[in-house]
């Protein structure tokens, strides 16, 4: 099953959730922005992509903007960045979709074909 984080004013997100709900695929749905997934939920997502912690951050956003997280993230070590994702769902480039072995972040079609369809 496909843990699927999103933000519900996100027209990606939405785009991608029509996409599983389309070719049936069975995932959970989760609100970002009202639940943030938890730090250890994190690490293991993280630990299970292969991409690195600041790939996760919505640079786009205007909360990193605000946040100064352009300057900031260096100087931050991983566990920093993971309880800085953690707390505000905003901060984190959506959508994001898990299925306990593929990691995706944002949307690609092709890539959740190759990650999520039979």
């Known amino acids: 099953m496909i843990t699927f984080y999103e933000y519900s ?20 749905r989760h609100d970002m922005v009202r639940q943030p997934p938890e730090p250890s939920v994190l690490r293991k997502i993280i630990s ?5 912690v600041d ?4 640079k786009r956003g ?12 260096e100087t931050m070590d991983d566990e920093e960045k993971i309880e800085l994702l953690s707390s505000d769902g905003l901060l984190i480039k959506r959508p994001l979709a898990w299925d306990g072995e593929n990691v995706i972040l944002g949307f690609e079609e ?8 039979d």
Do not use: H, I, V, W
């Not at 790939?55 to 919505?58: P, Q, V």
């Open 110 to 117: 092709s890539d959740y074909e190759e990650a999520f369809l």
């Open 55 to 58: 790939d996760f951050f919505n």
């Open 9 to 28: 004013r996100c027209t990606t997100c939405r785009k991608a959730r029509k996409f599983l709900d389309d070719n049936g695929a069975e995932f959970e």
């Open 48 to 52: 299970q992509s292969d991409q690195p």
């Open 62 to 73: 205007k909360k990193f903007r605000d946040l100064d997280l352009k300057n900031r993230l």
